[in-house]
């Protein structure tokens, strides 16, 4: 007997071997389970992830310069200068987050408003001025 046998050779003991069906039985209060499952688990979930503004985000605002802080980004895209800040220190992260906020990769954005959009515009003219 060879120990280079394909599948389709058969079984390499002598017993006969035959492919037996198993049937699962299903509990009949599966939906009532994943309900159980899902309110036990509400819990430990935050009701808004990153929704709100960081410590760091507001030490990195107050970093800035008066003309360049983007306080009106803070107000109503708190998540956004949650990212800003965050890449921050390394300079190349930086500029690439906020060249993607100023492109439009997909085609479909509306865009930000204008008092967002002015904000982020002088922040990338400070970085490209500076020596970051």
């Not at 039985?25 to 159980?36: D, E, I, K, P, V």
């Not at 990153?50 to 980004?73: C, G, Y």
């Not at 109503?76 to 390394?90: D, G």
């Amino acid at each position: 007997m060879s120990i280079y046998r394909t599948i389709d050779e058969g079984p390499i003991t002598d017993f006969s071997v035959q492919p037996v069906k198993v049937k699962r039985a299903r509990h009949q209060t599966c939906g009532a389970a994943y309900a159980l499952s899902e309110a036990s688990h509400k819990h430990l979930r935050r009701a808004n992830p990153a929704s709100d503004p960081l410590p760091a985000t507001f030490k990195w605002i107050a970093r800035l310069p008066r003309n360049v802080r983007p306080i009106e980004l803070l107000r109503q895209f708190p998540r956004v200068a949650n990212a800003l800040a965050t890449s921050w220190h390394e300079p190349r992260a930086f500029r690439a987050c906020l060249y993607d906020l100023l492109g439009d990769k997909r085609g479909n954005r509306r865009g930000f408003p204008n008092e967002v959009l002015s904000e982020l515009l002088a922040l990338q003219s400070y970085v490209d001025n500076s020596c970051l």
